[in-house]
């Protein structure tokens, strides 16, 4: 399917998607929702896959030019068999985003048990061996990211805690990446609008000169289930509690047939991004819960989106 320029801000690559199942060099059920860094002269795809089973693990996709990948032979993190962790890893582990900060990558994680959806915290350096950290928040929250940067003396991070079922960003505070606190309500869903329903963080917060961006997943509800899209805010780079703008409009929406048609209908949905030198941004995202997809656009783009279609939060 070719899409007109214009209809979404991203543009998805022609080749989408980057990996699907037949990419895939074990058995399994599908694979979506990878979170990417650069290291060194790769690109590297950390992936959700879904197992024949019905759980989730992580596999490793390595990329000279962060188009075509190729998987590795087996799985780089599966749930915890033993410890703590695998109790509530029980479900499966789910949506990594990873961060690198004090000269390490650090992913974070859902947890998936039969308590409910917990966020974990895992420090690779290769993305091929991870040494867990801990569970780093109670049953009910999902969709950590953590900023690249402290911020205040402190780590800092995004997430979903699932108050009265009304899925909103929450900022929080640590110390030692492990204990939370000062929790801020940041971004809410907007009646009317395509976010009504849930908002959720997506990609690691980037730092700009007009704030933090953060491109984050609203949903809609309608009577076939909710859309999933991209959309971004801006956030003040010494207080993030502080919403400069939040974007009106999707930055990117379901509408091609690999979006539109899957496990999970109508889903686009980002762990992460690539800032190039040139200042184009690769995201990263899943396409219909079914293959990983990538679209690119100009972060000044994205930047003056969010600024001119700005509603406050
Ligand atoms: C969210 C997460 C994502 C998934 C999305 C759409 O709640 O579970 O992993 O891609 O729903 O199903």
Same mark, same amino acid.
């Given at each position: 399917m070719k899409l007109k320029s214009g209809r979404d801000l991203f543009h998805r690559w022609e080749g989408n998607p980057v990996l699907a199942l037949e990419d895939m060099p074990f058995r399994c059920n599908t694979v979506f929702n990878g979170t990417p860094v650069k290291l060194g002269n790769e690109y590297l795809l950390l992936l959700r896959v879904e197992g024949q089973q019905g759980y989730s693990f992580f596999a490793l996709a390595r990329s000279r030019d962060g188009l075509h990948f190729e998987v590795h032979p087996e799985p780089v993190l599966l749930p915890?068999?033993?410890?703590?962790?695998a109790e509530y890893e029980r479900g499966g582990i789910e949506d990594p985003r990873a961060t690198f900060i004090d000269g390490a990558y650090y992913v974070m994680y859902t947890a998936v048990s039969g308590t409910g959806y917990r966020i974990a915290l895992a420090r690779t350096q290769d993305f091929l061996s991870f040494e867990r950290i801990a569970a780093i928040s109670e049953p009910g929250n999902k969709d950590g990211v953590l900023f690249p940067e402290k911020i205040g003396g402190l780590y800092a991070r995004l997430d979903r805690p699932f108050g009265r079922g009304i899925g909103s960003i929450w900022l929080s505070y640590s110390r030692d990446l492990i204990h939370w606190g000062n929790a801020k309500l940041l971004l809410t869903p907007r009646p009317?609008?395509? &976010?009504?329903?849930r908002v959720g963080a997506s990609v690691p917060p980037i730092r700009t000169k007009h704030g933090w961006l953060e491109i984050y997943h609203g949903t809609k509800m309608t009577s076939s289930g909710p859309i999933y899209r991209a959309g971004s805010a801006l956030l003040d780079l010494? &207080?993030?509690?502080?919403?400069?703008a939040r974007c009106t409009v999707p930055l990117l929406s379901p509408r091609t047939g690999y979006e539109r048609v899957g496990d999970v209908g109508n889903v686009v949905f980002a762990c992460g991004a690539i800032v190039e030198p040139d200042n184009s941004v690769k995201l990263y995202y899943g396409a219909a819960d079914t293959c990983v997809c990538v679209a690119t656009a100009s972060l000044e783009d994205i930047i003056e989106c969010t600024l001119n279609n700005h509603r406050p939060a």
């Open positions: 915890a068999q033993e410890g703590l962790a009317g609008y395509w &976010d009504e329903f010494d &207080d993030p509690s502080k919403v400069i």
